[in-house]
């Protein structure tokens, strides 16, 4: 009598015949199978309570099939940040300062925003000052909420890693959200006294980002006693429009071997160690000139390709055929109206399924601008050219 591996998502992956509908498709994407049926989700929106007052969409509503989404097929670890630091304890947000119809206020990461009174989401607040001035302010403010042996991290393990089991058990995408670690320096420092910093303070940044690769590298070694991981996704947004903000030098000094120590640690310790580790990098600009900078840790999922910064997932995906690739609609198109919906939608989808590894959202929010009418018309398109 021999022992058999279990299939149970952990040990082994699960059957494909008992994987959910949408974990299948999800998994096709991944693994760019040409012809593939899309998995269908958003980015998110900027314009929903535009659509609420004007009545289109009410509270309580099913989004997912108002706008024929799929369910749920990605299972997310979370714990270790996305665009802010994962800080235990996070700072006090107040009220800092009234200035009439703006006030500024400290948010859950330390930063000084300059934000519409009483307003906070929806629009994007300009950043005054971050918590990491230099190593006095790095070790009394900021290093303690990043201990990685702080329990309260792991108060929750037990009922969250059931809860993963039992959406890996499904077929499930497990994913492990990090904040990158560029995103990281940027939230700390700000993003105009970090470029100073790379020359003026070196040191500094090596025992921030050494902070980080510590407590990423303990959190996921938790999860990793209960769970074989599929993917981790790190939120990075390092270009702009003419592509990576700092130069591949400083990315290759500062950021790469803290990547690379991570991502080395994970592959050794997975349960299943024959399952494939996609590694994904999520970065607004233009982001093709960092493809090849990424793939150097692994990197073979990106998003969400930014169109007003020159991305084209079409031109991409003839380019690199190893790479999947989410995200990718315009925005902006969609307040532009049928026929300019039909272009770009004819353009896209009909190429990126043929080519597989691709499923289409909005590379950002949906924008106030977008009439509920046309990104109905959206949606209904998108699913007719994507099965």
Not at 42 to 67: N, T
Not at 130 to 139: A, F, G, L, R, S
Not at 249 to 273: C, H, S
């Amino acid at each position: 009598m021999t022992n058999q591996t279990p299939q149970d998502g952990v040990h082994a992956l699960v059957p494909r015949e008992k994987m959910t509908e949408a974990a299948r498709k999800l998994r096709d994407n991944y693994a760019r199978v040409p012809g593939a049926p899309f998995y269908r989700r958003e980015f998110g929106w900027y314009v929903m309570d535009r659509w609420k007052r004007e009545g289109h969409v009410k509270e309580g509503d099913d989004l997912s099939a108002m706008f024929m989404f799929d369910e749920r097929a990605k299972h997310d670890l979370g714990q270790l940040g996305w665009c802010e630091a994962a800080f235990v304890p996070e700072f006090e947000q107040r009220i800092v300062e009234d200035r009439g119809e703006h006030e500024v206020v400290q948010d859950n990461a330390g930063r000084l925003l300059l934000c519409f009174k009483g307003r906070r989401d929806g629009f994007m607040p300009e950043y005054l000052d971050h918590p990491v001035k230099d190593m006095e302010t790095w070790e009394r403010d900021v290093k303690p909420r990043l201990d990685r042996k702080n329990p309260k991290r792991f108060e929750t393990i037990e009922t969250r890693m059931a809860e993963a089991k039992a959406d890996a058990a499904k077929g499930f995408i497990v994913t492990q959200n990090v904040i990158g670690a560029y995103m990281y320096l940027r939230s700390l420092i700000g993003p105009e006294k970090l470029f100073y910093a790379f020359y003026d303070m070196p040191d500094l940044i090596h025992e921030c980002m050494q902070a980080w690769y510590d407590l990423a590298d303990t959190v996921i070694a938790k999860h990793q006693k209960y769970v074989t991981i599929d993917e981790i996704y790190f939120g990075e947004d390092i270009c702009y429009n003419h592509g990576p903000l700092i130069s591949p030098e400083m990315i290759d000094d500062f950021l790469m071997p803290y990547y690379k120590y991570l991502i080395a640690n994970l592959r050794k310790r997975q349960i299943d160690r024959s399952r494939h580790l996609y590694v994904q990098i999520d970065t607004d600009g233009y982001a093709v000139p960092a493809i090849p900078i990424y793939r150097e840790i692994g990197m073979d999922v990106m998003s969400p390709f930014e169109v007003a910064s020159g991305c084209d997932v079409v031109k991409v995906g003839r380019e690199c055929p190893w790479l999947a690739m989410f995200g990718g609609i315009d925005k902006r198109v969609l307040a532009r109206g049928k026929s300019a919906i039909d272009e770009h939608l004819e353009y896209i989808l009909p190429a990126m399924r043929e080519r597989g590894g691709y499923y289409p959202t909005c590379d950002h929010g949906v924008p106030e601008e977008v009439a509920f009418e046309d990104y109905m018309y959206y949606r209904e398109r998108a699913v007719e050219l994507g099965g």
